[in-house]
């Protein structure tokens, strides 16, 4: 039997985005409506936002610690977090966490060796693009990390929290995303990391300038694997 995958859930697009992967690709390996057991549980937004806003790291680590707990008693083998913004927390959560892991960051540093790309540029929320979460899985991979201006930042950060959080998708928003991908292809970047969960709903290979790391399908696909193959996490 498939290992049961726990979802700790942050904001409602990237989570849903997550599951549904998860569901719809299963089924190309486990044959017709099958996929792995998975349970999700979601605190409020707006508490992680609130913790986000006073830089208390130690609250995001407890609320996603929160999850883990209810998520490990109702039988989840291991946890996945389709939020790139609240991995800043994660070595306050992994030292006291019930249940093991996949790194967010982790998952898409190792994809992106394995295309062997080098130089890459980030999206993602303003606490995210300020903070090492990807820096320093990439450099570990020996690949560059190219990050936007501060202006472009706030920007991002504006569509995101506004807009893609939401559910809502604009073609100014998608405008700008793609004018900034340029920029980094510009600045020899040979990829860009969709680096928060809900940028996929806009961004993909079809319409960006640049091939896209998708951080979203790409922990659904690590977490179908691990199910799958039952393999426990250290």
Not at 91 to 119: C, D, F, M, N, T
Not at 173 to 193: D, H, M, P, R, T
Not at 213 to 220: E, K, V
Request: a negative charge; proline letters at 6%.
């Amino acid at each position: 039997m498939p290992l049961h995958i726990g979802i700790v859930g942050c904001s409602a697009e990237g989570a849903s985005l997550c599951y549904r992967t998860i569901c719809a690709e299963a089924a190309t390996l486990l044959g017709k409506h099958a996929h792995p057991e998975i349970s999700m549980h979601t605190p409020s937004l707006a508490e992680y936002v609130q913790c986000l806003d006073r830089g208390d790291l130690a609250g995001v680590g407890e609320l996603m610690l929160t999850s883990a707990r209810k998520l490990a008693s109702i039988g989840a083998d291991f946890l996945i977090c389709p939020d790139n913004t609240i991995h800043r927390a994660f070595s306050y959560v992994q030292a006291k966490s019930p249940l093991p892991w996949l790194h967010i960051a982790e998952v898409v540093a190792a994809e992106a060796a394995r295309r062997g790309y080098r130089r890459v540029g980030l999206t993602g929320t303003r606490w995210l693009v300020d903070s090492e979460v990807y820096p320093q899985k990439l450099l570990a991979r020996g690949i560059q990390c190219v990050r936007p201006g501060p202006r472009e930042r706030d920007d991002i950060n504006r569509i995101i929290m506004d807009e893609l959080v939401g559910g809502v998708a604009t073609p100014d928003g998608l405008a700008y995303f793609q004018s900034l991908i340029q920029n980094f292809g510009e600045q020899g970047c040979q990829a860009v990391i969709l680096g928060c969960t809900e940028i996929p709903l806009i961004v993909n290979d079809a319409n960006s300038p640049l091939p896209t790391l998708d951080s979203t399908r790409l922990l659904a696909r690590a977490a179908l694997e691990r199910a799958i193959n039952a393999v426990a996490l250290p």
